[in-house]
């Protein structure tokens, strides 16, 4: 029995409570999250709700379940140093210390590191503190380019031109209002392409590389709407994407290794835990859009439903509890990683209104889904006595594996439409419609 503390409370933790209970050897579960997630709770031996920036409650709750290792979900807790603390009480964790989670949580601080190491993808940028010279670079950039807020902005912090705004001058007022409340600003260069993720486990020397997996950010069919969390994934049973070649893969993976180490020359710690990069494949080759300290949400959940089940114990496959003991022990160097060959597709189901005015406290019922065909993976969800209630973000998620993303699909879509109340969700994800448009789109781009 090894005693495993897990931080967060959204469906990506589920899935890594999940995963963390299929392993060979039995996991006693501790939950440290900001709200009562029931899918967790039925697999957790204990569960705390508490603020997560109160890294002294966590290192707390942590000591006195004499927990042997730490899985942190969400970027807040890594941003506020969690990982440190938890070192100093003798606890590994899943997760890079403070001074690492910078690659995240200080936009200007990754493109620097890029820049100072010479590590190839990333695009033309400039930061500023002010409105000097603010109006100059965006003429040099012309109509297409980027504003991002530096440091966390809940997803908020990325205005692209042609989605937020149109012109220089929509940018120039936009990027002023980030500056005039209090935020350095990054101005970049445009990446016209397509976008992917790959996620990297990584023990301060080694990496693992994840299957490539792609998100929808937009929240309606089409791509429209406004831009969300992630409606869903997919991921191919090659771990490639459609759209993707060897050279695009092997490029978003060396920008991953050349990442770690850049980290490690620079402050002599290496880095443990998951490094996701969000890539783009553009006609000059694939860029870094940005980078993440943390398993990606939904990304995760394609890639936790790939390891091996434990109805198979005599499979020498390592499980998730294995990796991630190999993380904080620097050993994935002797893990021979052997995934389900499996495509994955994930849809989340989430409230009418969703992302600007979502509906709240409204009962959902999923009691007709066939939970052997997919695994329903609970986010923004209440469980009352008399049913599941919204919560106002994005509620559960649906993930089905099959031998390609066409049947893992039609599962996924077949059991979504099952579920009952004022919610919707993206049927295209992972229709073979949606991804030959992307396919056409980067033929075209690389003619």
């Known amino acids: 029995m090894i005693k495993v503390l897990l931080i967060g409370s959204g469906a990506r ?3 890594i409570a999940h995963a963390l209970k299929l392993a060979k050897e039995d996991v006693e579960l501790f939950v440290y999250g900001s709200s009562l997630n029931p899918g967790i709770k039925e697999l957790a031996a204990d569960y705390k709700v508490g603020p997560l920036k109160s890294n002294t409650a966590m290192a707390s709750y942590a000591s006195l379940a004499h927990v042997d290792l730490a899985i942190v979900g969400p970027e807040n807790p890594l941003a506020e ?3 440190d603390v938890l070192g100093q009480v003798g606890i590994p964790c899943v997760g890079p210390t403070k001074q690492l989670a910078q690659i995240e949580t200080s936009k200007s601080f990754a493109r620097d590191l890029l820049t100072e190491y010479k590590i190839n993808g990333c695009p033309k940028y400039k930061f500023f503190v002010n409105e000097m010279g603010l109006k100059e670079y965006l003429m040099e950039l012309g109509d297409n380019f980027v504003i991002k807020a530096d440091g966390l902005m809940g997803g908020k ?8 705004f149109n012109g220089q001058a929509e940018g120039l007022k936009l990027a002023i ?21 790959l996620m990297s486990f990584c023990d301060g020397d080694h990496l693992i590389h994840m299957p490539a997996v792609q998100d929808h950010k937009r929240a309606l069919t089409g791509d429209k709407g406004a831009n969300t969390g992630g409606m869903g994934s997919y991921s191919c049973a090659d771990f490639s994407l459609p759209f993707l070649d060897e050279d695009d893969i092997a490029a978003a993976q060396k920008t991953n290794e050349a990442t770690a180490l850049s980290l490690k020359k620079k402050f002599g710690v290496g880095y443990k835990g998951i490094l996701y990069g969000g890539f783009m494949a553009t006609q000059t080759g694939v860029k870094l859009i940005e980078y993440n300290a943390r398993f990606g949400d939904p990304e995760a959940m394609n890639v936790l439903s790939l390891f091996s089940e434990r109805t198979f114990p005599a499979n020498p496959a390592p499980d998730f509890l294995q990796v991630c003991q190999a993380i904080v022990n ?9 995934l389900k060959k499996q495509a994955t597709v994930v849809k989340y189901i989430v409230p009418e209104g969703y992302p600007e005015s979502p509906v709240i406290n409204q009962i959902i019922d999923v009691s007709k889904v066939d939970q052997a065909k997919v695994r329903l993976f609970y986010g923004s969800v209440d469980q009352k006595a008399d049913g599941l209630y919204l919560g106002g973000s994005r509620a559960l998620a649906v993930v089905a594996t099959a031998d390609d993303v066409d049947q893992a699909e039609k599962i996924v879509e077949t059991e979504i439409k099952k579920i009952t109340g004022p919610v919707f969700h993206r049927e295209d994800i992972g229709t073979s419609e949606l991804i030959e448009k992307r396919v056409k789109m ?3 781009l690389r003619s």
């Open 442 to 444: 980067m033929k075209e």
């Open 157 to 164: 912090g990325v205005l692209v031109s042609g989605d937020h």
């Open 177 to 197: 209002e980030f500056i005039k409340n209090g935020s350095q600003v990054l101005i970049e260069e445009k990446l016209i392409g397509q976008e992917f993720s």
């Open 81 to 83: 140093g969690i990982s």
């Open 13 to 15: 933790e589920h899935a």
């Open 330 to 338: 620097g050993t994935l160097n002797k893990v021979k990683m052997d």
